[in-house]
Structure formats: structure tokens, C-alpha cells
């Protein structure tokens, strides 16, 4: 069945020109004034003259899943938090913004940051408006120098035009208590650590810890960041808020797709960056939902030298790969649980063409993991490593057939989710590697001797003896 | 790996009467960093990345100087700077030549780039030119799949680098160098 798109305009690359609605060449950084042009921040004057709970009420209805990973509905998330008038003292209340963009194959927020950095920040606005937030930190990975200077640069303009700030646009809105109230919006650059991606770690970077995750509960809608009431969102998840809040629900739901196997919804367009072997790499703008041979072959203009499609990385390395057979595979939240992978992640997949060494790319995964295991727990830190030792082994030849079935009850075991380790770095290790020996056993297969077992018996006048 | 420990404490440390830590630092970082967090050590990060900006990496004398001006013990700083990999707690060259080596650079041939930067330096992996100017690293993903292979030279990202041009960057900082 051929693919059509629902949408057909841009909205997350409104102003960033993308295929196939614009022409790459043309990029550059949207100022505010630019941005105000185009219609910048009038989704957040409209947020101002709604009432908080509302605002949060239209994202909840929207079922806008959080675009960092996991999926889980923004709208949900922010109800998390206590209510303002339950809080005895009201203390600050933090947004922590996930722009620790690490994972391998995936870097789609970064062309937010680089071209268009109002639209993430009239999103924490709005966002800091609907949960009453006092102070939100932009936690952007230590590698992005340049998003860095850009998003610093774009946070002057939005103060110095009253989006954050004591003169701003939010100062003295409603509060329930009448009190003053007023928005921060702070940058703060991480240093080169893979684990402050996740959530409760990112909040320990941000306090100036080794970036160690959290055990939960509590969560950090309750507890987080120096103890008080954090919410964490993704750059995309707060990208996609402006035209929420400016076009309406129904507007947001008809777009993406419904889910076909009963689940949640995977409503709305998504960031998908694309990498590997295709003819043209790059981010593109896409209902939820596209068949990845339709990404691939539209987007991507098609696989590079006319190559066959070997495999892909569901999205982010964490999430395991898609088989030879799984080329028709629709790109939505569904797919964790259709095509035996962890997950969409973050919709950025990585392709493989036939000449790939799949071991090759397990030892790779595998030592990214071991690189980027933060310690804490014994399963992610001892395992991650032998894992790379064995998958090492396999790949030089070295390896015998038993070392298979060892590096497999190791990728299965270690770190198997929820309770041997207190994040989810050695599930996503245990998921890619457990993928990738599953689906392509042959080649692991191919790369071992026999194990030699010796057994000894006595035979003749010995045995009788 | 970021949970080796380091026998920091049976080392020696270099001493220099200036501080690495300036009087003008501290001020900026009071006025303009501190307010931002509910705890000084909130403001660790930024101040360990203004003290590599400025010197290159980050002495253990600095490491002190800042657990100073923070009200943390030394071995608080040590802990967080040692965790992260950007910090650099020895010397390095003048000009990092960093090269991605995750999966989507790895499969478009980021090791035909690593060789090239080898070739040209005459170091390993790791390692630092004779004259303090190179240090060439291989780096987990950078966030630029879609321009495989990626490097970072100093502060700049190059994406869908060739041996050749990854020579023409090195070369370009060594002329900049010499003017």
C-alpha cells in the first residue's frame, strides 16, 4: 500500500527550510524579529490568556508523547507535579530541558538549536506557564559549541523582548497565591557524558554532581532538582507546544497516526534524522507513522550505490535494529511492540546495506556502552565490559561457538529492566546487542570455531578391566 | 571510562604562585553564574568550563582554587571533574582533533579519517604531538550522524570529513599557529 502523508506543510521546520518543503541551502539562524514575523510566540500569548490548567488540559488532550525517547505523554507528566495550592511554602519549581542530545544516530534536536532557537523557547515558556515554573535550565551537551553560542544568544533576545525575565511577558501572571512570579531561562553546558541524557543524571549534572542517575521514586515531579518539584521535557516535546496551543487539539490529532494494535496514539510530526547508508542523510520532518522503506527511499533518496537494505537502528542505538525483513516497519510508537525492538526512541534511524558487518556494529554498540556506563551499578559496568571483550573476540575470529551463547545470556541478563540497575543504559545495551545477535545468529555464527569438547572413555580390555 | 579512579592522591601536585582561578573569574562567576543555582555546587560545571576555556585544561592547583571559591573539598571538585569527559586533568595540545567513532561514522569509514590525522601528526590515538600542539582523541558520537564521518576541530564541527580535508583542517591551525 503506498505511503501518503497527512501533513503537508512543515511545522517543527516551519522556518528551518527542509525537504521537501524548502530548500537546505537556504538555512540560517531565525532571530526573534524573524521569528515574531512568522508568527513566532503568538502560541504563547495565547497560553498567557488561557488559564495555566488549561494549557496543561490542551496538551494532556493533544496526547503529545514526549519526542526524547520513552514516549510518555507531556500533558501526563506535568500533572505529576503537586498542585500549587497543596504546597504549603511555595519554593521554585524547575523545568529541566533535555538537550543532552547524545545517543548515537541521533541528532535531531540540534537542528532545532542551530536554526531555530525561539521556537524551543517560547515552548519552556509555555510549558513554565501551564506548571507554574519558576526556573528552567537548558541542559545542552557539552559538544554542541555552536547551539550553545546560538540558543545563548537567542536567550538574550528573548529577555531583553520579555519572554523570561523580570520584565517579562509572564511577570505577575495569575498565580493562585497573587504572588509575584517571573520565568528564568538559563543555558547551562554539560561536559561530555552520555548518562546526563537521563533524567534523574541530568539533574545531578545540573547540581554539579558526577552525573549518577537517581533512584526512584521519588520522582522528580516531587523531588528533583535540589529537592524541589522538577519537570524534565525533551527540546522537540517543547517545539511542538506553540502550534498546539496555537491551532487546537483536533488540529494536532489529525496528524501522525492512531495506533493499530490498541495502544496509545502516536499523534503529530516528528523530527527523524536519518544516517548510514542512504543516498541523503539528514533530519526531515515526517508524520508519525511513515514506513521506514518510504523514509528511506523518499527522503533519503533511497540506499547508497543502489545497495540492498540490510538493517536499521530503530532510533538511537539503545533501541535495537530492524531485521532485513522489517525494511516495511512504520515508524510510530507502535513499533516497539510490532517489530520485537525497544522502541521508536528518537525516530532517527541508522541503515545498513548489505555489505555491513553486523559484528562490526555489535562490537561498536558495545563499546559505546561500556564507554558510557556511569558505574553505579555492577550488572552495566561489569557486563557492558565483558560484552565488548567477548563481541571483540567474535569479530577477530578468536572466539569460540560457546562465547556466543555466553555474550547472548549476558546481553540478555545484565541490567534486564525493571530492578538490576537503576536506569535504563544496560537495557538499551542488553536490547541492541540481543537484537542484533538474534536477528543475524548466521553471521555471529560464521565468525566462531566449533568449541572442542573433550570427553574421555576407556574402550577395550581397559573398560572391562 | 569515566568511573577509573585516579591515585590522585599520592600525586604530587605542581604548584604556581598565579592563580589559574583570577580574581576577575571569580568576579564574573559571582555576579553572573552563582545566582542561577540554589547551591554553589550548582555552579561547578560552568566554573570548570571557564577555567579549561581559559588555560586549556584544568590543573589540580585550579581543582583546589575552585573548591575554594565554592565552598566544596577538593575531593568534591575531583569527584565531578574526573566523571566528565570534556574536562581534561592534564595538559593537552593547543588544538584538539577530535574524531567520531560511533556507529553511523564508523560505517561510513571514520577510520580512514583517524588514519589520515595519524599519518599527519605522527601520534597515536590519544596522544599529544612533541610540540604541544596537537592532541588527536577519538570521540563517542559528536551529533552529526547525518554528516558521517564527523570531526570536531577545536570548537568546530566538520561534517562528511575525507582524509584529505581532515589534513587541510590540521594543516590550516599549524599555518594560523605560525602568523
Known sequence: MAYTPKTNFPILTKRIPTRPWGDERQRHIVRYDEYVETGGYVGLRKALSMAPGDVTEVVKEAQLRGRGGAGFPAGLKWTFLPKIEDVNSPGPRYLAVNADESEPGTFKDRLLMDFDPHLMLEGIAICCYACRIDKAYIYIRGEYHHQAQVVEEALLEAYHHGVFGGAGLMNGSDTATG????????????????????????????????????????????????????????????????????????????????????????????????SGHVNRPGVYECDLGIPLRTFVEEYGAGMRGGKKFKGAIAGGISTGVLGPDQYEAELDFDIGRKYNVLGLGTACPTIFDEETDMVAVARNISRFFKHESCGQCTPCREGSGWLFQLLSRIESGEARTKDLDLALEIATGMGAMPGTTICGLADGNNWAIRTIMNKYWGEFEARVQPTFVPVTMSVGAAANG | MAWVAKPSATEQIERRDEPYLTQEMCDQLSRDIL????TKMGALLPTLHMVQHAHGWIAAQALEEIADFLDLAPAEVLDSASFYEEYWLKPKGKHLIAVCRSIACEICSHAEVTEACRKRLNIGVGETTEDGKFTLIELECIGACGGAPAALVDETLHENVTPQRIVELIDQARDHDAL
Open chain 2, 35 to 38: 545566582p542561577r543555582y540554589e
Open chain 1, 179 to 274: 504572588a509575584p512570579w517571573k520565568v528564568e531561562c538559563y543555558l547551562h553546558r554539560g561536559a561530555g557524558a552520555y548518562i546526563c541524557g537521563e533524567e534523574t543524571a541530568l539533574l545531578e549534572s545540573l547540581e554539579g554532581k558526577r552525573g549518577w542517575p537517581r533512584v526512584k521514586p521519588p520522582f522528580p515531579a516531587v523531588q528533583g532538582l535540589f529537592g524541589k518539584p522538577t519537570i524534565i521535557n525533551n527540546v522537540e516535546t517543547l517545539a511542538h507546544l506553540p502550534s498546539i496551543i496555537e491551532n487546537g487539539v483536533e488540529w494536532f490529532t489529525a496528524q501522525g497516526t492512531e495506533s493499530t494494535i490498541g495502544g496509545p496514539p502516536s499523534y503529530g510530526t516528528k523530527l527523524m534524522g536519518l
